[in-house]
């Protein structure tokens, strides 16, 4: 079964508004992160699109990546709880709530306005070349997989 795509307005729409559920407060179900944190670790994989932050990985990891991890993120089976994930995804210190939530919502509607072609053939910081359906289970999939985790 196909994963809701994140392309378009009403699903963005309907994830940016479970994202608006969450309070300062809301407790994890499951894992080590807070609230404020999974809304950071949550933009990270938008901030490999939309910003210069992340050193992309060398040619040998990049080929583990897509040898060995791309089909797990990429296909539509959800995530198991307390999965491992990338270092740069890992978030230590504390986070502002309100400025991660605010960054994240602008991330989701700036991908949905782009759309679904702007991303079929485009390079991904880690898996190479990817088609729009890949590009959108691994968002949607990713966000779908942390609002369970906070009970949204």
Same mark, same amino acid.
């Given at each position: 079964?196909?994963?809701?795509?994140? #392309?378009?307005? *009403?699903?963005?729409?309907?994830?940016?508004?479970?994202?608006?559920?969450?309070?300062?407060?809301?407790?994890?179900?499951? &894992?080590?992160?807070?609230?404020?944190?999974?809304?950071?670790?949550?933009?990270?994989?938008?901030?490999?699109?939309? *910003?210069?932050?992340?050193? $992309?990985? &060398?040619?040998?990891?990049?080929?583990?990546?897509?040898?060995?991890?791309?089909?797990?993120?990429?296909? *539509?089976?959800?995530?198991?709880?307390?999965?491992?994930?990338?270092?740069? #995804?890992?978030? $230590?210190?504390?986070?502002?709530?309100?400025?991660?939530?605010?960054?994240?919502?602008?991330?989701?509607?700036?991908?949905?306005?782009?759309?679904?072609?702007? #991303?079929?053939?485009?390079?991904?910081?880690? #898996?190479?070349?990817?088609?729009?359906? *890949?590009?959108?289970?691994?968002?949607?999939?990713?966000?779908?997989?942390?609002?369970?985790?906070?009970?949204?």
């Amino acid at each position: 079964m196909a994963l809701p795509n994140i #392309f378009q307005a *009403e699903v963005s729409e309907a994830v940016i508004s479970r994202i608006e559920k969450l309070t300062p407060q809301t407790p994890a179900q499951w &894992g080590k992160m807070s609230v404020a944190q999974m809304l950071a670790h949550c933009s990270v994989t938008y901030e490999m699109i939309y *910003e210069n932050k992340h050193p $992309k990985p &060398g040619a040998f990891m990049r080929w583990i990546l897509k040898t060995f991890i791309k089909k797990s993120v990429v296909n *539509e089976v959800p995530y198991k709880h307390n999965s491992s994930t990338a270092p740069q #995804f890992v978030m $230590k210190e504390d986070k502002n709530f309100e400025a991660e939530k605010t960054r994240l919502i602008a991330f989701i509607r700036q991908t949905q306005q782009l759309g679904q072609t702007h #991303f079929d053939g485009k390079e991904s910081h880690s #898996f190479g070349v990817m088609s729009g359906s *890949e590009w959108n289970n691994l968002m949607y999939k990713h966000l779908d997989h942390h609002l369970h985790q906070f009970g949204v």
